[in-house]
């Protein structure tokens, strides 16, 4: 009996130990043919397998892309802000907006604030991605006062405070009460991406609460009211750019649109917040 084909001493028919050659010849030829569709189709899938998987160790996404969307629901792994007596005139919610899955912002007179925890290392991932469209700006307001401080939408960003440089009663306080207020732990970075009602792009301006916190203007004015908007940052270089240091961990990722401040109103929507190891193609 061969080893390699055991039976095919039954399947030649011969009871007298002699085997039909031409028989077994044709089942050797069927194994190659199996041996080579088997490599044919499990080989590619294998492949592409492989490569997905090297695909998702290079992105990480943040909950806001269409395989998530849940139809009139706060997106998954977020949550709106519920302090200070929100989420009263603010709303935000899965949509579909122009064929796009997307989160819809909406305040008036009110503070819409999504807020995420993470643990980014931005040295990593340092490319930041993301898509959005605003419906309207704000009249009358200088984004540079407290009393003008209000966005259609913005992208907020917190990294770890470095605890060694912090005194010991503002870590007591921060234990007490303003980590909790705040959702995070407070005294560390932190910056932001938005769009403005009167300044223009590449606007870099202190916040007005906090002014040894910087923002960066990405989008200004009216020119582009009602599009989608795609943008591509290097959040690592642009920490440095602002604060001349390097970044710590990201810990905190906020996405408001704000009218609190004027009492105006205001509409946007957010969509595929990404981060990617490499510079996004």
């Not at 039909?20 to 199996?34: E, T």
């Not at 007179?109 to 469209?133: H, Q, R």
């Not at 970044?247 to 704000?258: T, V």
Request: charged share 30%; net charge positive; with cysteine.
């Amino acid at each position: 009996m061969n080893k390699e084909f055991p039976f095919e001493l039954i399947l030649s028919g011969e009871q007298n130990g002699k085997i039909n050659r031409k028989f077994v010849g044709r089942i050797s030829q069927w194994k190659s043919y199996i041996l080579c569709i088997s490599i044919f189709i499990f080989f590619p899938l294998t492949f592409c397998s492989l490569l997905l998987a090297a695909d998702d160790d290079s992105v990480l996404d943040m909950g806001l892309s269409s395989k998530y969307y849940e139809e009139g629901r706060v997106p998954k792994g977020w949550e709106l802000r519920k302090r200070f007596g929100y989420p009263k005139g603010a709303r935000a919610e899965w949509v579909i907006e122009d064929g796009i899955h997307a989160v819809r912002l909406h305040s008036k007179a009110a503070l819409t604030f999504l807020e995420k925890t993470v643990n980014i290392d931005i040295k990593e991932f340092p490319i930041v991605t993301w898509k959005w469209k605003v419906e309207n700006i704000f009249k009358g307001n200088d984004e540079r006062t407290k009393e003008g401080d209000d966005h259609p939408i913005r992208i907020f960003f917190v990294f770890e405070p470095d605890e060694s440089k912090q005194s010991f009663w503002f870590r007591l306080k921060r234990f007490v009460y303003l980590d909790r207020i705040h959702g995070h732990p407070m005294g560390g970075r932190f910056t932001e991406y938005l769009w403005s009602s009167h300044l223009q792009p590449g606007d870099i301006i202190n916040d007005p609460g906090k002014p040894w916190q910087k923002l960066m203007v990405v989008e200004g004015g009216s020119r582009n009211l009602g599009k989608w908007l795609s943008y591509k940052r290097n959040l690592y270089e642009d920490f440095k750019k602002l604060y001349g240091e390097e970044p710590r961990r990201l810990i905190f990722i906020g996405i408001l649109n704000d009218t609190d401040q004027t009492g105006q109103e205001a509409v946007s929507y957010i969509a595929d917040l990404m981060f990617y190891k490499r510079r996004a193609e």
